[in-house]
C-alpha cells in the first residue's frame, strides 16, 4: 500500500467514525437503537449504496466480528454492578441455557415447517437469533428506567448466552452429521465450566495484581483492565472453553474490585466499546447485498414473528417459572430480547464452514434483526410504563469513588463524588466515622474548595478528598458505601459499615488514633489538603 492510499483510507475511516459519532446523537435523541444507524452507513458505503464498495469476505467479517464482541462484552462486564448481578444470577444463568434451549426448538420448527428449510438449516437460524445481543441490550436498557432486578437480569442473559449460542451454530455449521443432542449437552456443559472457571480466575488475579502494584502513570491502568479481560478470553478459547463467557467474568470481577482510576478506566472501555460496534456494524452492512434480501423478507418476517411473540416469551416464562418474578415483569423481559450485530456475526459462521444454503441464512437474519430490531427498540419505554415498571425514584444512586494509590507514602487518596440522591446528604463529616487511619482532608463545593471540620454537613453534589492509609482503604471505602445507602445510622440499623471504629469513645475519625496516620499522608501531599489553604469560612460554619 502506497502512502497516498494511506491517506486515503485514514480519511474514509475517519469521515466514518465521524458520521458514526453523529449517528450516536440522533440515536440518543430518537431512541433507535444506533446498530440500525451504523448498519445503515455500511450499507450506503457497499455495492448498492452510494460508493459502490464491493465487499465479500465473511471470514474476515467473522474474525473482526469475533474481536468486537470480546471489547462489548469486556465493557459491559466492566458496568455490571454486582449488588444488581448477584440476586438474579441463578435466574439469568437459567435464561441464558434452558431460555435458549426452548428458543431455538420453536424458532427452528417454524423455519422448518412455515419456511421450508431443512433441519440443519432451520436449527442454525434457531440457535443464531436465540442470543440477545450485548451491545444493543447495554444501550438500550441503560437509557431505560427499569428496576436493577430486571435490568441485571437481561444484562447478564446478554452477556452469559453468546456463549452456549456459538457452541451450537460451530456444532450444527461442522461438516459431516449433527452430534447427537446429548453430547451436544455435554460439550456445552464443560465448555461454560472451564470458561467460568479461567475468567473468575483471571479477573480475581488482575484485580489483584492492580489493587496492589501502583503503575506509573494513570493512563496505565485502563489499558491494563482491558488486557487483563482480553487475555482471559484468550486462554479460556486456548482451554477449549468458552471464551466470550471468561471475558464477560473476568471483566465483571475487575468492574467491582474497586480498583484505581476507576472513572478513567470506564471511559476508556465505554470508548472502545463505541469503536468496536461502530467497526463490527459497518463492516456488517458491507458484506450484505441489498437486492438479495428481497426474496428473504417475508420469510424472515415469519421466523421472527414466531420467535418475538411465540418463542421469546415461552422461553422467559418456562425458565423462569421456579424463581418468583412477577408476570409483568416476565413480559417486558420477553419484549427486551434485543437482537443486533451478534446474531449477524454468527450467521457468518456457516457461510465460512460452506453450509448449503447458509447465503439465505445470513439474509433471514440480517432482515429479522433490522425489523424488529427496529420495533422493539424505541417501543420498549412504552411497553415498561403500560406495564407500570419503572425504577425506583427515592433509590439511592451509586456513590462515585476514584482511588489513586500512593505507594511511597504506603496509602491511598480517595475522590467521592455525592449524588443527588446519596444519603450522605445531611450528615457531617464527624457522623461519617471512618475507620482510624482515614480522614476527609478537602471538600469542593460549588467549584471552591475547604478544609472540613467534624461539624461541616455535607451537601449532594460536594466532592470529597479522603486519605486512608493502607491497612484501612477497604474498610473506609465500606464506610463511605453504607452511609451513602443507610445515612448516618448506617451499621446500627443493618446497613452495613461498622459503626464501632468511629462511636463515641473509641478511636474516630477525628479523635483518637485517626488523624496522626491519615493527616501525616495529608501533610506529605502539600496543597490545600494539607497546609488549609482555600479553608475559607467553610471550616468555622455549618455549610
Not at 340 to 345: R, S
Amino acid at each position: 500500500m502506497t502512502v497516498h492510499a494511506l491517506n486515503e483510507l485514514l480519511l474514509v475511516c475517519s469521515l466514518v467514525l465521524l458520521v458514526a459519532v453523529a449517528a450516536v446523537r440522533i440515536s440518543s435523541r430518537s431512541g433507535l437503537p444506533s446498530l440500525l444507524l451504523y448498519l445503515g452507513i455500511g450499507i450506503a458505503l457497499g455495492q448498492d449504496g452510494i460508493f459502490d464498495v464491493k465487499f465479500d469476505n465473511a471470514e474476515l467479517t467473522q474474525v473482526i466480528g469475533y474481536a468486537a464482541l470480546v471489547v462489548i462484552l469486556a465493557e459491559g462486564g466492566l458496568g455490571a454492578k454486582w449488588k444488581e448481578v448477584k440476586p438474579v444470577l441463578p435466574a439469568a444463568a437459567v435464561i441464558s441455557t434452558v431460555g435458549v434451549a426452548i428458543s431455538v426448538g420453536i424458532t427452528a420448527s417454524a423455519a422448518h415447517y412455515l419456511v421450508g428449510l431443512d433441519w440443519r438449516q432451520a436449527l442454525i437460524i434457531g440457535a443464531v437469533v436465540s442470543s440477545t445481543d450485548a451491545a444493543a441490550v447495554f444501550s438500550v436498557l441503560r437509557r431505560v428506567p427499569l428496576p436493577p432486578r430486571i435490568t441485571g437480569v437481561l444484562e447478564a442473559e446478554s452477556g452469559f448466552n453468546d456463549a452456549p449460542v456459538v457452541i451450537m451454530v460451530v456444532a450444527l455449521s461442522a461438516v459431516g452429521p449433527v452430534e447427537h443432542w446429548y453430547v451436544l449437552v455435554a460439550e456445552i456443559a464443560m465448555e461454560l465450566a472451564i470458561g467460568a472457571a479461567i475468567g473468575i480466575t483471571v479477573g480475581w488475579l488482575g484485580s489483584l495484581g492492580l489493587r496492589h502494584v501502583a503503575l506509573p502513570a494513570s493512563g496505565l491502568y485502563p489499558i491494563a483492565v482491558m488486557a487483563i479481560a482480553v487475555s482471559a478470553y484468550a486462554a479460556g478459547a486456548m482451554a477449549h472453553g468458552s471464551g466470550f463467557l471468561a471475558v464477560y467474568l473476568a471483566a465483571m470481577i475487575l468492574g467491582n474490585s474497586k480498583l484505581p482510576h476507576w472513572p478513567a478506566t470506564r471511559g476508556f472501555a465505554d470508548g472502545l466499546g463505541w469503536l468496536a460496534q461502530i467497526g463490527m456494524f459497518v463492516l456488517l452492512g458491507l458484506l450484505v447485498s441489498p437486492h438479495d434480501l428481497v426474496d428473504d423478507f417475508w420469510p424472515a418476517i415469519i421466523v421472527g414473528l414466531v420467535l418475538t411473540m411465540v418463542a421469546r416469551p415461552l422461553s422467559v416464562f418456562l425458565s423462569l417459572a421456579p424463581f418468583r418474578l412477577p408476570a409483568r415483569e416476565k413480559v417486558l423481559m420477553s419484549w427486551a430480547g434485543l437482537r443486533g450485530a451478534v446474531p449477524i456475526v454468527l450467521a457468518t459462521i456457516p457461510m465460512v464452514s460452506g453450509v448449503e444454503g447458509s447465503t439465505r441464512i445470513f439474509n433471514i437474519v440480517f432482515v429479522l434483526v433490522i425489523v424488529y430490531t427496529l420495533i422493539q427498540g424505541p417501543t420498549l419505554p412504552w411497553v415498561a410504563n403500560k406495564l407500570n415498571i419503572a425504577d425506583d425514584p427515592a433509590e439511592a444512586d451509586d456513590l462515585g469513588i476514584e482511588s489513586a494509590p500512593l505507594e511511597r507514602l504506603r496509602g491511598h487518596l480517595l475522590s467521592v463524588a455525592i449524588p443527588t440522591k446519596s444519603k450522605m446528604h445531611g450528615v457531617e463529616v464527624g457522623e461519617l466515622r471512618l475507620p482510624a487511619g482515614a480522614a476527609v482532608t478537602l471538600v469542593v463545593r460549588e467549584n471552591k474548595s475547604f478544609v472540613p471540620s467534624p461539624a461541616t454537613v455535607l451537601r449532594r453534589g460536594d466532592e470529597l478528598l479522603v486519605v486512608a492509609t493502607d491497612p484501612v482503604r477497604d474498610r473506609a471505602e465500606e464506610r463511605l458505601r453504607a452511609v451513602a445507602e443507610g445515612g448516618k445510622l448506617a451499621g446500627w440499623l443493618g446497613t452495613g459499615g461498622s459503626p464501632a471504629s468511629g462511636a463515641p469513645g473509641t478511636t474516630g475519625p477525628y479523635g483518637g488514633s485517626a488523624i496522626p496516620q491519615a493527616m501525616k499522608l495529608a501533610k506529605k501531599l502539600g496543597g490545600a489538603s494539607a497546609n488549609g489553604s482555600g479553608s475559607g469560612s467553610g471550616t468555622k460554619t455549618r455549610p
